[in-house]
């Protein structure tokens, strides 16, 4: 990462109070860098090839940090680890039963209307439509 990008990622860290370390930046361009919503393991696959010091805990410790500050949010779709996504305003997700990819999905569904109930106020709301991804559904019907 050169440059205009780097400078926006530093820039982006630092809105959200945080110090711009190589490992920061490192860990928070390999989430941006891909489509999938990635595991703490992934990220680290991806970044010890240039970074061989950056341990697997500090990938774990920075993306919990990046999700206290609301830099990213974690996705739980109960396929037994969590997920990653960098895209933090309102979407749903759809979950491959089988190869247990997630993709971003567009609102397709009316948003409900929370009012705070028994003094419970609703922050974030993940929506999950679990099913098959073409090419499971493929190799299924196939």
């Known amino acids: 990462m050169k440059g205009k990008n780097e ?3 530093i820039s982006i860290l630092r809105d959200h109070g945080l110090h711009a370390t190589f490992q920061r930046l490192a860990i928070y361009e390999a989430l941006i860098s891909t489509h ?3 595991t703490a393991e992934t990220i680290y696959q991806q970044i010890k ?3 061989p010091i950056v341990s ?4 774990y410790k920075t993306l919990e940090t990046f999700c206290e500050v609301g830099l990213i949010h974690k996705v739980n779709p109960l396929t037994g680890v969590a997920r990653y996504d960098a895209i933090t305003g309102h979407h749903h997700h759809l ?7 997630i993709e971003d ?6 948003e409900p209307r929370l009012s705070e109930q028994n003094g419970f106020r609703v922050l974030r ?3 999950f439509f679990h099913g098959y991804c073409p090419s499971c559904r493929e190799s299924i019907s196939g």
């Open 105 to 110: 999905a567009e609102s397709i569904v009316e």
């Open 95 to 101: 979950v491959c039963m089988k190869c247990h990819s």
């Open 125 to 127: 709301q993940q929506v």
């Open 49 to 51: 090839k240039r970074f």
């Open 56 to 59: 697997l805990g500090t990938v």
């Open 7 to 9: 400078k926006a990622l």
């Open 36 to 38: 999938e919503h990635p």
